[in-house]
């Protein structure tokens, strides 16, 4: 044991009896870090509006604390802090449950106090879901469903298995990035989100969105002017531009009514 | 008469049990598992059309549903209307109903389904909040549990799969069976009525593309879309003059 | 003159409700964080700037520091800004440190125990109702709301439906 910090004034290890040895901290195996990555894909199995994602935490490291600890009270304390709030996006989440394993295992060394882990998840869960949220619902799952949107026509399932696969390469390689970095480096996950540089990659993303979107629009209604009733291009040319003006003042649901009863009868009186 | 799909009752019996498990699956992986976005319109309505028999009907109505719901999303406490739902909803309904009535899911029957339907899409999320509400209970158990020393004491929170399992599966079995009636409805629209609820449809797709528009949340969003339509017409234009 | 105050109480202080959805209904270009586990922990600050657009400007105080720049005669508050609070009672504490609030959006209050549920992203205490309402009173304007899409609720609803629990 020598790599222990230097003598302080605390001592955060487990209380044990006086003269009683600790029990040594485990280490979680090769087998059990990977069943808490495959429980990381349940974050959300128990999501409530208390503790939001706390249960899936909880869940997914429930493996590698039981390693850890090999001391029962231990455990259970580490448990219990691991069932408070904790939310963030699932993907990034990965990077945060990677560095709550590492810092538990220094937890466990007495190198750090045991509300560390909670700082921890305090700190990086929010940015770090902001961070997933702009990337990955906002840019890059549109993105990729335009990508499929737009070559349908083309490829037919196949433009699905685009949207698949595009998507996924993005989404498992972030996880086990992620989740990787955070069980090698603790906090210093961070360092490798700040290296991707996501707000960059968001907003190209949302660009190349933008200007899929706006040729698809321009495609639907070349369509719908070469084929057999060419007047409905007039219904989707100005469905699509009255829809864009009216859509962020007014509830989806009643725009779709309003369109479904325009487009018939526009059709109605046109043809 | 009732309106069934070639193998009759037990055929309808069969694809409800199917729409069932593929629905009450997608709702699983929409939020509470993996989220490989297979729970996604584009992905799901294929895959109902798959299972229940038309590919092209799935494939039909994905793409527009897709596009209605790119926008949606969750941050948080602040759930969106459900669109994996509608989806299930939707294909449950208008695909069996196309094969019964010999049409296929073809633009008048979409939009027919999508009158009747486009409400599931918040009954979804209320659903959604529901379940959320009853999950809270599931913390206090897995304090409880970890206080008796259980070895695995969160792992009851895989209970709240349950509850957006069984609901949509329901929904999606009862809208199997209530296909006939979707048959029927559209056995009724010929002619005129057939065209204008094509009108009806275009629009829908017209509206899912400006939805898509405006699920893009950058500030040079509306510009470059603009400008990228321009091209697509400037484009068609050029081949038409050397074509 | 600068723009009146508009503050936002949220446990999870920066995320994504404020950034993909209040950032671009408001077109904010300033956000400000008073808090001082934030402004003493290098970790959240850096995380925290990570999550920033090219177009959004962070600064990160302690209460005291935000109070120091928002009170008196000139403030130096820049236009298009949006303060951000963890507690209830952070925004107490400005007022008594005499940094008027125009508006006080609620966005997240996490359930602890004592909390109960007056909106579905906010659980508050019964002294923390009571200092809203305080504020209220001295003219600030208060509405949960977690996201600009969500209908708001009013002070007096919280109330009704935190009583009802």
Not at chain 2, 44 to 53: K, R
Not at chain 2, 104 to 111: C, H, K, N, Q, T
Not at chain 3, 35 to 53: K, N, Q, V
Not at chain 3, 103 to 123: M, S
Request: hydrophobic letters at 55%.
């Amino acid at each position: 044991m020598s790599a222990l910090p230097p003598p302080s004034s605390h001592d955060w290890r487990t209380p044990s009896a006086p003269g009683k040895p600790r029990p040594a901290p485990g280490r979680p195996s090769r087998f059990t870090l990977f069943r808490v990555f495959f429980r990381s894909f349940f974050l959300q199995a128990g999501w409530n509006p208390e503790g939001m994602q706390n249960l899936g935490f909880c869940y997914a490291i429930t493996p590698a604390l039981t390693a850890i600890y090999t001391h029962e009270p231990a455990r259970r304390r580490a448990l219990e802090r691991h069932l408070e709030f904790f939310n963030c996006h699932p993907y990034l989440a990965a990077g945060i449950l990677g560095a709550a394993i590492h810092q538990e295992e220094r937890v466990a060394r007495g190198e750090l106090p045991p509300e560390a882990p909670s700082q921890l998840k305090r700190a990086l869960g929010p940015p770090f879901a902001a961070l997933g949220d702009g990337f990955y619902w906002l840019a890059l799952r549109p993105a990729c469903a335009l990508v499929a949107a737009l070559t349908v026509p083309a490829l037919g399932l196949g433009s699905i298995g685009v949207f698949l696969v595009l998507y996924n390469a993005l989404h498992l390689s972030g996880r086990a990035i992620l989740f990787v970095a955070g069980l090698r480096r603790g906090p210093g996950v961070i360092e490798v989100v700040a290296h991707a540089k996501i707000p960059t990659g968001t907003g190209l993303l949302k660009a190349a969105a933008a200007v899929m979107a706006g040729a698809l629009a321009g495609h639907a209604v070349l369509f719908a002017a070469l084929s057999d009733r060419p007047i409905h291009a007039l219904i989707v040319g100005t469905g699509i531009v009255v829809a864009t003006l009216l859509l962020p003042r007014a509830r989806p649901l009643v725009v779709l009514y309003l369109a479904l009863v325009a487009g018939l009868a526009a059709s109605s009186r046109f043809f | 008469m009732l309106l069934l799909p070639a193998g009759g009752l037990f055929h309808l019996a069969l694809l409800a049990c199917a729409a069932a498990l593929l629905g009450g699956l997608a709702s699983i992986e929409r939020k509470g598992a993996f989220q490989l976005m297979l729970s996604r319109p584009l992905v799901l309505a294929p895959l109902f059309g798959l299972l229940l028999g038309d590919l092209a009907g799935g494939l039909f109505i994905g793409v527009p549903l897709e596009l209605l719901f790119l926008g949606g999303v969750n941050l948080g406490g602040s759930v969106p209307e459900n669109e994996t739902l509608l989806c299930a909803a939707l294909a449950s309904a208008a695909i069996p109903a196309g094969l019964a009535a010999g049409t296929g899911v073809d633009e008048s029957l979409a939009a027919l389904g999508l009158v009747l339907l486009a409400p599931l899409a918040l009954l979804g999320r209320w659903l959604d909040r529901q379940g959320e509400f009853h999950a809270v209970s599931l913390s206090a158990r897995a304090r409880v549990a970890v206080a008796m020393g259980e070895a695995d004491p969160a792992r009851v929170q895989l209970r709240g799969l349950l509850w957006p399992f069984l609901t949509t599966a329901a929904i999606c079995a009862a809208l199997v069976l209530a296909s006939p009636l979707l048959a029927a409805l559209r056995m009724h629209v010929h002619g005129r009525l057939e065209i204008d609820l094509g009108g009806s449809w275009h629009a829908a797709q017209a509206l899912s593309i400006a939805a898509a528009i405006r699920a893009i949340r950058a500030r040079r969003a509306i510009p470059l879309a603009g400008a990228a339509a321009l091209a697509v017409f400037a484009a068609a234009l050029i081949m038409r003059l050397h074509g | 003159m600068t723009a009146p105050l508009l503050v936002r109480v949220d446990n999870r202080l920066v995320h994504g409700q404020v950034l993909e959805a209040w950032v671009p209904e408001l077109k904010l270009a300033h956000l400000w964080v008073a808090d001082d586990e934030a402004a003493g922990d290098a970790l959240a600050r850096m995380a925290m700037g990570l999550a920033m657009g090219p177009d959004l400007q962070l600064e990160i105080f302690t209460l005291a520091q935000a109070a120091e720049k928002l009170r008196g005669a000139a403030p130096s508050l820049p236009e298009r800004t949006m303060l951000l609070l963890r507690e209830v009672q952070s925004a107490v504490a400005l007022t008594r440190l005499g940094v008027p609030i125009a508006r006080l959006n609620l966005g997240n209050v996490h359930f602890r125990p004592g909390r109960k549920q007056a909106a579905p992203t906010l659980y508050l205490d019964a002294a923390e109702l009571e200092s809203l309402e305080s504020l209220a009173r001295a003219g600030t304007q208060i509405e949960w709301r977690a996201v600009p899409a969500d209908a708001p609720l009013s002070l007096a609803t919280l109330r009704a439906r935190h009583d009802q629990l």
